[in-house]
């Protein structure tokens, strides 16, 4: 397993993280898995075996189950293992059970902390953009925690690049702690990060945490063009849409593209999914969840796998996405300037309109 450091911070994490969404199944996560203490024991077992100090969770999932449930699965390997989790979503139904004022956001973590069973946690993501709260409320809060020894480091997900960047701007201006990790969406199926986020996270020192890099199981290779979903996958379950399909020819086209990789590789079309986000600039780690232990064993297996330059410039011309304005004006007038963020975006690969 390789270890690669979180953005600009000293923090190392391994390339590969375990995530939790499959834990306790409540709700609409039953769609994603009902893992059991039992069985989170045993995926832990096996992600530490491979490798991974990181295990991400969130407060939201199965409304605090999935916390509790991985709690009871690290006694004895606390020190061994970093945790992430989350806060923002709504998890009830007062005034104040979602946001990031500072009330939500202290009484969340300290419930994290009692359900994970730890006096802190390593990175703490805001999980989601609130527009009602003053950024300055939310950035103080947390640069309060940090201070205090409850936090370690902080991270950021589902930000639009606005957003983020008047985020690090507030934090730098009054010396608060500044985010480190960009928990992103990142698949082969969508792009749409590289536009401002990737570019963005290179620029301001974040590492990038990539969050459903086989979008949704799509990309597992068990989705083929004219055959009906399988039978048990989240495509069939009402209680989940993410991600949303805007080009389902462009879809297919990739999984077949896939396909062929991994049959050259005698792999699994998941693990050349996940070997191509580890090879993109500024990804520090993939998260990966599944809901059986062969899956878990397989998606950790892609830590390893190397792609050919051919196999992975194929992958990037059969997944650009559409230059958007006022990228296509730039590839057209700005490219004898770009520098490293540009080219997240702007490669030889991106089809220039």
Do not use: C
Not at 66 to 84: K, P, T, Y
């Amino acid at each position: 397993m390789e270890y690669r450091q979180l953005g600009g911070s000293g923090l190392r994490v391994s390339a590969i993280t375990m995530g939790t969404m499959t834990f306790a199944g409540d709700d609409k996560f039953g769609a994603l898995g009902s893992t059991d203490v039992e069985g989170a024991r045993r995926q832990v077992g096996m992600a530490v075996d491979a490798g991974v100090n990181l295990i991400d969770t969130a407060n939201m999932y199965s409304t605090g189950a999935a916390e509790e449930i991985l709690g009871r699965a690290i006694e004895g390997r606390r020190d061994d293992l970093l945790i992430s989790t989350k806060v923002r979503m709504v998890v009830g139904d007062g005034p104040n059970d979602g946001g990031l004022s500072r009330y939500h956001i202290i009484q969340q973590l300290e419930k994290s902390l009692r359900r994970l069973r730890t006096d802190h946690v390593d990175i703490y993501h805001v999980h989601e953009w609130d527009g009602q709260t003053p950024l300055e409320e939310t950035l103080e809060a947390l640069d309060t925690l940090v201070r205090s020894g409850k936090i370690r480091y902080l991270g950021v997900s589902n930000y639009t690049g606005w957003q983020l960047m008047k985020a690090l701007a507030i934090s730098d201006a009054r010396g608060w702690q500044r985010f480190v990790s960009n928990q992103i969406y990142y698949s082969l199926e969508s792009r749409d990060s590289e536009y401002e986020l990737v570019p963005l996270s290179l620029d301001q020192g974040l590492g990038i945490m990539v969050w459903s890099p086989l979008a949704g199981g799509l990309l597992s290779g068990k989705h083929r063009r004219g055959q009906n979903a399988p039978e048990g996958t989240r495509q069939l379950d009402s209680r989940w849409n993410e991600p949303p399909i805007r080009d389902t020819e462009k879809l297919y086209d990739i999984i077949d593209l896939l396909v062929r990789i991994a049959d050259g590789h005698g792999v699994s079309a998941a693990q050349v999914a996940i070997a191509y986000l580890l090879r993109k600039p500024g990804v520090s780690s993939v998260i990966i969840g599944a809901r059986k232990d062969e899956q878990l064993a397989d998606n950790l297996a892609a830590a390893e796998l190397t792609l050919a330059e051919d196999e992975f410039v194929a992958l990037e011309r059969a997944s650009a996405p559409y230059l958007i304005y006022p990228h296509w004006h730039q590839a057209q007038n700005a490219q004898e300037r770009f520098g490293a963020p540009d080219l997240a975006l702007h490669n030889e690969h991106t089809p220039v309109p």
